[in-house]
């Protein structure tokens, strides 16, 4: 996602709003705060992480530098039946 300064943004709105239109999203910056963002009407990709964060949909990470964790595989055993599991949780032998 690329960033513009507002007064680049006001020598140059009709070629960002082009830009924006055709899918890009460019945030708006005053004195390099952001401060807006300009996109297409209709979302064209998956939301990315910056676009839940703008909304308000999900949280940034509180320090910085943390990543998901991935959960460990578990190991499924595929020769089994259902029956026999629901037998064994519901303690019937």
């Not at 082009?18 to 999203?25: D, I």
């Not at 910056?29 to 209709?42: F, K, N």
Request: charged residues 25%.
């Amino acid at each position: 996602m690329e960033s513009i300064g507002v007064r680049e943004l006001r020598n140059n709105v009709a070629a960002v709003l082009r830009r924006a239109a055709a899918g890009e999203r460019i945030v708006v910056t005053v004195d390099g705060v952001p401060s807006a963002q300009l996109g297409p009407i209709e979302p064209t990709t998956a939301p990315s992480l910056e676009d839940l964060v703008a909304t308000g949909l999900v949280q940034p990470p509180q320090r910085p530098g943390t990543q998901p964790i991935d959960p460990a595989p578990i190991d499924v055993a595929v020769d089994i039946r259902i029956a026999d599991v629901l037998t064994e949780l519901r303690g019937r032998e």
